[in-house]
C-alpha cells in the first residue's frame, strides 16, 4: 500500500479579508484562515485517497446479505464480530460458480477499496475469492439440517396436501412491512370474501422464534384456519436467523394444519422451508399457492 491520504487544502479569506471585499464584517466560525471544500470535492479525494491506498487488499471476514442482480453483479457484506464492510463482485457469473457462495462462508477476497460518491460510501471491489471456512450460523444451519433430515422431518410423505380452497387463511408474520401488504393483496385478489386471520410476530431478533412458535401453536389450538402461511420479506443470514431454529423446526412438524412457507427471496432456504409441507419462494407466491383455485 502507499502512504496515508493528504488533503490537498485550499486557503479562503480571512474574516478580515472578507470585511475588505465585502464591505460588510461577518463573524468567524473558525479563528484564523481556514480551508473550505465542497461536499463533492471532500468526497472525490476520499475517494483519490483509498483507491490509491488500497488497490490490491487481501481482506478475510463471513459473508452475509448475499444479492445476486440480473446484471450479473453480485453484492454481500463482509463482516468479522467488530465490523462490516460492503462487497461487489462484478459479472459474478463468468468468474465463479454461483454453486459455490453462500451466505454465512467465510472467505478471504482480494480487491481494491472505491466509493461510490452519490452516497458518500465505500465499497471493496472484489478480484478473487477464496472460502477459507464456514461461518457460525452456516454451520450451525449445516449441522441442524442433517439432524433433522436423518429423524425424518423433510420427508415428504409424511408433508400434508395444501387444501384447494380454504375456508380460512391463518398467516403468521410482521403485521407492518411489504410482505402482510402483499400477501393480503393477493388473497383478495383471488377471493375478496376470503377469511385471513393474521398472528402478529417478530420475524427478526431474540424473540422470534418464540412468537413464531406461539403463533403455529395457536391455529393448532383453536381450529380456525384450514391452511397456515409462515412468511417474510428479504433480508440477511441474520435476519432470517428465526426460521433457523429447531424450536420454529418442530412446532411445523408437529402442526395438523398444513404450513406453506414465503420465507425471504427465491434464493433463500431456512430450516422452516424445509419441514414446511410447501415452499414457496417469496411471500406474494406463499398467498398465490393457499388460494390457487
Known sequence: MGGGCVLNVRRVLRVEDRKEVSGEVRPSVLPGPYHIYTVSELTAHISD?????????????????????????????????????????????????????????????????????????????????????????????????????KEGLFDEKRKRPIPLLPRRIGIITSPAGAAIRDMLRIIAEKFD???????????????????IVEGIEYFNRTKEVDVIILGRGGGSVEDLQPFNEETVARAIYRSDIPIVTGIGHEIDYTIADFVADLRAPTPTKAAEVAVRA
Open 49 to 149: 485517497c483509498l483507491q490509491k491506498n488500497f488497490k490490491n487488499v487481501f481482506v478475510e471476514g463471513e459473508i452475509s446479505n448475499l444479492r445476486f442482480y440480473p446484471s450479473g453483479h453480485l453484492y454481500f457484506t463482509l463482516k468479522d464480530d467488530l465490523a462490516s464492510i460492503r462487497a461487489v463482485v462484478f459479472n459474478f457469473p463468468f468468474r465463479f460458480s454461483m454453486d459455490l457462495i453462500k451466505d454465512g462462508l467465510t472467505v478471504v477476497v482480494r480487491g481494491r477499496l472505491d466509493v461510490y460518491e452519490r452516497r458518500g460510501e465505500y465499497q471493496l471491489v472484489v478480484e478473487d475469492l477464496e472460502i477459507t471456512g464456514l461461518g457460525i450460523l452456516f454451520q450451525k444451519f449445516e449441522m441442524l439440517k442433517r439432524r433433522l433430515l
Open 193 to 211: 370474501n376470503m377469511g385471513v386471520l393474521i398472528f402478529p410476530v417478530r420475524v427478526q431478533g431474540s424473540e422470534a422464534a418464540l412468537e
